[in-house]
């Protein structure tokens, strides 16, 4: 052809506001939200986080229920705080390598990055965001319960509703830092084995089994009179702390049973913590 031809694409510049490096931010934290619940995404992606919500919250909300319909709530039948953590212990390790896994996979995946990779975000950024979405949903998840539980206890209580909820307003921050314990110990290293994993279900399989191995390898030196392996019992520390939190002694966890002090246990937790965040830092270094 002699003659040009000039396609109208449509195009138009954007005319709104420019969001700049914190929109992105905040963007990748409200989409990790979304993607921890499934929301907007098929219904089978909703129904192992609701299932898992609903094994966290429903036995508080029984033991309200059961209150108001006998009268008063029996503290000493039923979980108490320390008790429920104990309970949502577990779990909370099923929902933090789901939550890592649904975070982190996909992404690298599906090819996300190279997108993240074209707007002004750095590695920080991304980790950043993405582990605050993670901590907020698990802080949710694991720290709702304690407050529904603590309503429960003072709408039935006998000493009236206010004075029990102003007696007792210590639980609020204990079983808030032991939530941030909880998260500090499972959610770091879930967040790391999601990192380096190429599939979703996969990083969930390979924590779950590996915690589950190592513990009971811990447990069998402990047991055997090696009582520096102890050190090494990574799901028995934010219960050991959290006891030591609010006072309690739930269950004879292996550092204690080992003769070390609920210090040590937290000192491993945030070496632990601090270590993953920079492996995971560094990984992303080379791609943001």
Excluded: Q
């Excluded at 307003?169 to 939530?179: F, G, I, M, S, Y």
């Excluded at 030196?221 to 028995?236: F, K, T």
């Excluded at 993953?276 to 990984?283: A, D, E, K």
Aim: with cysteine.
């Amino acid at each position: 052809m002699s003659e040009g031809v000039v396609f109208d694409l449509g195009y138009r510049p954007h005319e709104g506001e420019r969001l700049g490096r914190a929109g992105a931010v905040r963007a990748l934290y409200r989409d990790g939200i979304r993607r921890v619940f499934g929301i907007r995404r098929r219904a089978r992606r909703k129904v192992f986080p609701a299932l898992l919500v609903g094994i966290a919250i429903l036995p508080a909300l029984f033991f309200v229920a059961f209150g108001v319909v006998a009268g008063e709530l029996g503290t000493d039948a039923f979980f108490d705080h320390p008790d429920y953590f104990d309970w949502t212990g577990n779990i909370t390790l099923v929902f933090c390598a789901l939550a890592a896994s649904e975070l982190i996979v996909p992404d690298r995946i599906h090819g996300t990055m190279n997108v993240y990779a074209s707007r002004p975000l750095t590695a920080i950024d991304y980790v950043g965001a993405r582990a605050l979405s993670m901590a907020v949903v698990v802080f949710g998840f694991m720290w709702f319960p304690h407050l529904l539980l603590l309503i429960g206890r003072a709408w039935t209580s006998s000493d009236g509703f206010g004075d029990y909820l102003v007696g007792n307003l210590d639980v609020l921050w204990e079983t808030a830092l032991a939530t941030i314990i909880y998260f500090l110990a499972y959610g770091a290293l879930a967040f790391l084995v999601a990192v380096y994993s190429s599939r979703t279900a996969l990083a969930v399989v390979i924590f779950l089994i590996v915690l589950a191995a190592w513990r009971g390898t811990v447990e069998a030196l402990v047991s055997a009179g090696y009582d520096v392996a102890a050190l090494g019992a990574i799901p028995d520390h934010p219960g050991y702390v959290k006891d030591w939190i609010m006072t309690s002694n739930t269950e004879a966890w292996l550092p204690e049973r080992a003769g070390y002090d609920p210090i040590v246990s937290l000192g491993i937790i945030v070496v632990i913590a601090v270590a993953t965040g920079l492996i995971v830092l560094r990984r992303y270094r080379s791609e943001l």
